[in-house]
């Protein structure tokens, strides 16, 4: 059984920064795409950055410019900083991987339970 686990979350005052970081455990063959999605009360779940083993990144169009997301293959982890937070920012913070168990298996998304960021003052 893949586990994610996300740490990092909690209360930031607006202009702030955050550094979330989500671990991957379990039997592991290989993990291709991890990211961040984010849900806040009474929207939809968007995607905010993702990273693929070889590297390539894409952010979001709101987290472009203050947002950076990277990977340690070996620890099979996946971290995102931002800095200047706003408001509109508060959320809850899942973190996802896109992978497979061995050579042979489907690949699968597995998500982590989330962790709350609130942006206020």
């Known amino acids: 059984q893949v586990q994610l686990v996300e740490s990092g979350g909690g209360l930031v005052q607006p202009g702030g920064s955050l550094r979330l970081s989500c671990a991957a455990s379990?039997?592991?063959?290989?993990?291709?795409?991890m990211g961040w999605h984010r849900q806040a009360p009474g929207k939809q779940r968007e995607l905010v950055a993702t990273?693929?083993?070889?590297?390539?990144?894409n952010y979001a169009d709101s987290v472009k410019g203050r947002s950076t997301i990277s990977r340690d293959n070996a620890k099979n982890t996946v971290y995102f900083e931002m800095n200047n937070l706003k408001p509109e920012d508060t959320a809850v913070y899942y973190c996802?991987?896109?992978?497979?168990?061995?050579?042979?298996?489907?690949?699968?998304?597995?998500w982590g339970q989330g962790t709350q960021v609130t942006v206020s003052s």
């Open positions: 379990g039997i592991i063959f290989r993990i291709d795409v």
């Open positions: 990273i693929t083993s070889g590297g390539r990144i």
């Open positions: 996802y991987g896109s992978l497979r168990s061995n050579p042979q298996s489907a690949w699968y998304n597995r």
